[in-house]
């Protein structure tokens, strides 16, 4: 056989995720729809196309611009717990927690910034101590005492939720259950825009955020191609055995990953509540969907760092188009609705790549016998 | 004092069911990590047949009913996580995470569509039920029985008798331990694992229904269930997979969860002067603990979470 | 006249993407009889028994039970025809009773509730008449490997098959359980049972088969009555070519101590007692030391103990003069040990990495393969290529395939050049041949002679007679985690050494 022949264009791997992802929104969408349908057929068009449409709702291309930059202020975390939900799953740990490690992080960000009154890039440390402090106990767990991780991340959550609303009492606006506004009591804690405002009708929450977020997507897909620490994350998520064998320390390698996941989650809620965009509620009595939703991101990006970067725009993007809905027949939820079915769509993706292949391989047979007679 | 014992036992009979729900999944193969999901399915359905019964109907036919609703709704549910699992080979930890997402969401649209159609202004995602709930509670001398309590300890009876005393509780465990066995002595593996999933949907459906009539107030279908279907895995992984000591670990469980509703009435805790959600942590603190100290050596079925597949042998 | 045969595979051809696993192979199995299919691994043997079990259907040929043409679709179409198998890998949930295991998929209810005592009557009254010992109440967990085969055959007793298969039963015992396996197996022919045994080991198909039919590479060679054949002609059909299963190797004197172990204990994954127990021996430079036993006997512990992926109980372990008793993995790599593990594809490959990657998951960290942390693809890539090149690692796309797609044999050969080309003091193989075909195995052995050769210690763990006998400068025999006998391969014969490997005979070390 000829060993540099051509990948045919259906059987490259990052196609076929393509194509697999973009069936996945398709379904949901279509699934979404019927729901719509269900409840009441009359504006079940417009809702969701207004839902895919988000900040192209508004007329002017101002308002859209300034919408669109509300969106990527959102997208940034959003980004951010995919990607460490992403970079867990490659060593093959499950990060349900990254939620809370978001929790965690907008904790440590806001007690840092209101209490402490400490300038922004400190806070977004402690913001990214607080959730890797949160993910090794997760890592610790489960490389000493076995725990299963998922069931970890969620106890893990929760305790991080109440402990969080515990904490930020203390810098609560004595009017209402939220925090103190970051712009009135710490502007030294608001990332700095760097002119990025000017893009987006200046939009005053755009901020350097989401260009960091990008970068650090970057970064994630060269730690995880190119380097000695990637390989060997990626051969532990293979195959534990082969890399203890090979003298890799299996357990550090787990905390350590769960480490780093934790602190990109814990970033990505700095990088949201940071921005001044919207402030902590010290009565919520469930944990903020950013992290959940970073699972339908990195699996619906085909778990690749870049790919997530679009997956996460999407989510996003349905998310927020939610609230474009008629309200008085439909409620914005509907969006939490289609961005879990993407998710559980996701499941299915192996499946769909594996009957791909086979049907390519049948037609390779079949043209192989015909090139015979 | 009398009122922590009813907490504890309604929280305990929430627990148990939701745990023998994922023992019998786990004892068929897959890992059931939905079952949040299923027992928020379940609370719709049993809600639902409340809200809609008519109001002069019999205590005996509202809860036989809303329960018969309950099961239905989290056996149907259930098979999301089956069809996946079992004949597509998925990730179950994804699908089950997707379905817990998936259950709250599309619960929440579907009550507020419910409402706002009654009445343009009403946008919450509660169910009303208050009355119909009436008819689960019998009062004893200041303590509220819930027929609920009972029918945990029936169920618990007939998940032991059904998974160590039948043909298909020998055939369920097989299945989960040692797939390949099963298949070369004729048992349908999918099926069994259909079965296994199934089982627990129906567990899980009880206990969101039981789980929505625990509180004082009505649920908000938004909040989910906070994490109760965990807390029922972790109950499970600390009863090693056996429905009697599931039982015990319930009771524990139950009662830590109670705290945080009760223990203002104890002059002890309240001079503790502890803020409450140290009381709401502690279900969750106390898991990770007895997992800690438990999941090394854990008695879990050996082929759990893998999918079968019967090419390769 | 009636039909002798009670069941008949009558021209059976399959074939696979690239490969035609049988090719017109016709198989006759006489009712009352024990008749041997012989071949090596890859000839066609379990194609052949997974087509009478309905798992593959054939393209071509039929199958006839007491003369008649049935069709098998699947394993219960096999079931309802009297077809019985014992798997090589037991098919027994480890958990369970013995009787819980017998009756599973048959189970006697009354009113949907188990009933197990009469299930115990029909097994004790079995396990009496056929002569199989077992303890029905016992888990399959804790009895030895000769119960649980015997719990095998009850199950197939127990559902009144006709046609019983036995797939390489002999592997896993000990000489005195295979005696009493084939005395077994003679009890049931007797009793009217026609019997189907898969093996490689001529001996045994010599004692115990009225009869033996040939496959090679797919291919029927022929059937022989066993009284009028001999163990070569045998080898000579299932090879096809007269064997020099010798290695070649000249007389060396052996060096220095490379390896000491003292007083070694390692604790057992699957029962609650020692898997190794205080075990002591070295191994000089120069040397082949072969630890022999039958499978289970604590030698994966040894070697997991050696090697570092268990740790020790107690003992010492010295390698070139440095004790890494406690040292991890990683250390006792760079202080000379090479691994050949038992397990490729749990141990040796990340089988969804490509080519290039499992040759370097010994030395990846080097400065050669990493600099400030980035790793050098241009030297991983030369590196692959000569070692693929040197040792004649044959693959679709050279360094980038994907070591899952290999086959087997150059899976092996790249972890050998893995750990050979890493120049160790030591180099640990554990059942290095294991599953390849005669042509791999030659150049494996060639190459662990060639260590031997250049000075370096080699510790080798097998479980092949031949292999044991033929390679090695010394022999360890370990039975139940102890070792039992030292012993010359130029001295002893593989009588002698059965003895110790059954624990029937044992020196004071």
Known sequence: MDTKKRTPFFRIPAVQTLIASLLCILLGLIVGYIALLLINPTGAWGAITSIVKNFWNYPNLNQQLRYLGNTLVKTAPLLMCSLSVLFAYKVGLFNIGAAGQYVAGAGAALYCALSLHLPWYVCMIAAAVAGALLGCISGLLKAYRNVNEVISCIMLNWIGLYTVNSILSSVKDPTSPYTLGLANTNPGAIMPSLGINKLFTNNRYTTLAIPLAILIAVLVWLVLSKTRLGYELKATGMNKNAAKYAGMREKYNIILTMGIAGALAGLGAAMFYLSGYEQWSVTQSSVPAMGFNGIAAAFLGGLHPIGTIFSSFFIQQITDGGGYVDMTMYSSDISDFISSLIIYLCGFVLFFRQFMNSRLNRRDELKLKGGDR | ?313 | MENQYAIEMLNITKRFPGIIANDNITLQLRKGEIHALLGENGAGKSTLMSVLFGLYQPEEGTIKKDGKVVSIKNPNDATALGIGMVHQHFKLVECFTVLDNIILGVEPTKGGFLQKDEARKKVLALSERYGLQIDPDAKIEDITVGMQQRTEILKMLYRDNEILIFDEPTAVLTPQEIDELMQIMRNLAAEGKSILFISHKLAEIMAVADRCSVLRKGKYIGTVDTKDTTVEALSAMMVGRDVNFHVEKADKTPGDVVLKVEGMTVASKVHKNNAVKNVSFEVRAGEIVCIAGIDGNGQTETVYGLTGLEPLVSGKITLCGKDITRAPIRERSLTGMSHIPEDRHKHGLVLDYTLEDNIVLQRYFEPEFTRHGLLQRKNIRAYAERLIEDYDIRSGQGPVTTARSMSGGNQQKAIVAREIDKAPQLLVAVQPTRGLDVGAIENIHKQIVAQRDAGKAVLLVSLEMDEVMDVSDRILVMYEGEIVGELDPKATTAEEMGLYMAGAKRKEM
């Open chain 2, 1 to 313: 004092m009398l009122l922590l014992i009813q907490y504890m036992l309604i929280f305990a009979s929430v627990l148990l069911l939701v745990a023998l729900g994922g023992c019998f999944a786990e004892h068929s193969g897959v890992i059931n990590i939905g079952l949040e999901g299923i027992m928020v399915a379940g609370a719709l359905g049993g809600a639902l047949m409340m809200k809609y019964l008519p109001a002069d109907s019999s205590a005996a036919a509202v809860v036989c009913l809303s329960i018969l609703a309950a099961m239905l709704c989290g056996i149907i549910y259930s098979l999301l996580l089956a069809v996946s699992a079992i004949n597509f080979k998925a990730d179950q930890t994804l699908v089950g995470t997707a379905m817990n997402l998936l259950a709250v969401a599309a619960a929440t649209v579907f009550v507020k569509a419910i409402n706002t159609a009654e009445n343009p202004n009403n946008v919450s995602a509660t169910i009303q039920y208050v009355n119909a709930k009436k008819a689960f509670l019998v009062n004893i001398g200041g303590f509220e029985f819930n027929w609920f309590m009972l029918l945990a300890v029936i169920l618990l009876i007939c998940a032991n008798v059904l998974l160590y005393r039948t043909k298909f509780g020998l055939r369920l465990m097989a299945c989960g331990e040692h797939p390949q066995a099963a298949d070369s002595v004729g048992i349908n593996v999918y099926k069994m694992r259909y079965a296994g999933v199934m089982l627990s949907g129906l567990l899980g459906g009880i206990g969101g229904l039981v789980y929505i009539t625990a509180g004082v107030s009505e649920w908000k279908f938004e909040n989910g269930v906070a994490g109760f279907g965990f807390l029922a895995l972790a109950v499970m992984i600390f009863g090693q997979w056996k429905p009697t000591r599931i039982a015990l670990a319930a009771l524990l469980f139950g009662l830590f969860r109670s705290l945080s509703n009760v223990y203002t009435g104890f002059p002890f805790l309240a001079n503790l002067n502890l803020p409450s959600n140290v009381y709401n942590m502690l279900p969750y603190i106390i898991s990770l603990i007895v997992l800690a100290l438990t999941s090394k050596r854990s008695a879990a079925p050996k082929a759990e979470g893998i999918p079968y597949d019967k090419g390769s042998r």
